[in-house]
């Protein structure tokens, strides 16, 4: 059974930091894209950074600068470190998986799995 399994978001002061983990299992995911999804309440499901298999990576204009994805192919395993956090940031995390690389890197629709979310607050 493939699993996308997101941990680390929380509660955070305005101008703090966060690093979100994203466990993948049930196959091998060395050779997707992976992606960062958000969604805030009343909005839709929206783009915040990809990597490719060879640690190419794109982001939203409204974080660049501020968060960085990696991954750790031996962990089967995707990191979003977010830092300078704004109230804006709130909400809900996805990590997603594309198993082909043709089409938009920022369309949700390229992905084939995705995980469950982890909530990010931040106070301000």
């Known amino acids: 059974q493939v699993q996308l399994v997101e941990s680390g978001g929380g509660l955070v002061q305005a101008g703090g930091s966060l690093r979100l983990s994203c466990a993948a299992s049930g196959r091998t995911f060395t050779y997707d894209r992976m992606g960062w999804f958000r969604q805030a309440p009343g909005k839709e499901r929206g783009f915040v950074a990809t990597i490719t298999w060879s640690s190419g990576t794109h982001y939203a204009d409204s974080v660049k600068g501020r968060f960085t994805i990696s991954r750790d192919n031996a962990r089967n395993t995707v990191y979003l470190e977010m830092n300078s956090l704004k109230s804006e940031d709130t909400a809900v995390y996805y990590c997603?998986?594309?198993?082909?690389?043709?089409?938009?890197?920022?369309?949700?629709?390229?992905?084939?799995?995705w995980g469950r979310g982890t909530q990010v607050t931040v106070s301000s």
């Open positions: 997603a998986a594309a198993t082909r690389y043709s089409g938009t890197y920022y369309d949700p629709r390229l992905y084939s799995y």
